[in-house]
């Protein structure tokens, strides 16, 4: 069953560093979204992104934040300057391009420690 | 925006007895209600979902009802085993928009 994937699984960075969270989707997706998830709390969403474009962010997607789509397969999620504050688990996900209500499937997701 | 709030936060429950977890959202015009089992350190998997067309969906040992009226949803564990235990997310969107607003979370743990 095709499933969503993400790299790296772990990264450790230092506070104002730059990192990027890579994600493949499900191959026949076409809505990708990021969300985090901060130890022992609930999922947030960050970004919706569809053709090419960002549909929605959130309120927690400022400016130090970016996605991009630069081929085909890949999704990624951009942290200018990292701050530590910053430090959670980031879930990519997909859905299809149907009517009405789309499921999401998450990836595994990447722990982002900010020392 | 969509307002999802989950109940309990904590459920504990003897192994084959039931467990049920409720949601309540804000957002009248959302028509479809996903629920996430997250085993630690794993990703959020969708378990069943629930478009608001239907009152009661079931699959095999997992179920969910749907009041809209009282804009709240239930997800409904039977004969519960060991690997049931995770924390339980419902989930929101609202009408027409891509973002799922998630509930808090419920911490189900099966008592052998």
């Known amino acids: 069953e095709p499933e969503v994937t993400q790299t790296p699984s772990h990264q450790v960075t230092q506070m104002g560093q730059e990192v990027i969270l890579r994600c493949v989707p499900i191959s026949n997706h076409l809505y990708f979204y990021w969300y985090r998830q901060i130890l022992g709390q609930k999922v947030e969403f960050l970004v919706s992104?569809?053709?090419?474009?960002?549909?929605?962010k959130s309120e927690i997607f400022d400016d130090q934040f970016s996605v991009e789509r630069p081929d085909g397969s890949n999704f990624t999620l951009k942290i200018r300057s990292t701050k530590l504050e910053d430090s959670a688990m980031y879930f990519c996900a997909s859905s299809e391009a149907q009517r009405g209500a789309r499921e999401q499937y998450f990836g595994p997701g990447t722990r982002l420690t900010v020392t | 925006g969509e307002n999802v709030e989950q109940h309990p936060s904590t459920l504990s429950v003897q192994e084959g007895d039931s467990a049920v977890i409720k949601c309540t959202y804000s957002d009248s015009a959302s028509n479809y209600f996903p629920w996430y089992k997250q085993e630690l350190g794993k990703r959020p998997q969708l378990i069943i979902d629930i478009r608001s067309n239907v009152g009661e969906k079931k699959d095999q040992r997992i179920a969910v009802t749907l009041n809209k009226t009282a804009k709240h949803f239930s997800l409904h564990i039977t004969e519960t085993q060991p690997e049931d235990s995770a924390v339980y997310f419902c989930a929101a969107p609202r009408f027409g928009n891509e973002k799922l607003t998630f509930g808090t979370g419920t911490r189900l743990t099966i008592i052998p």
């Open positions: 992104f569809y053709n090419n474009e960002i549909s929605e």
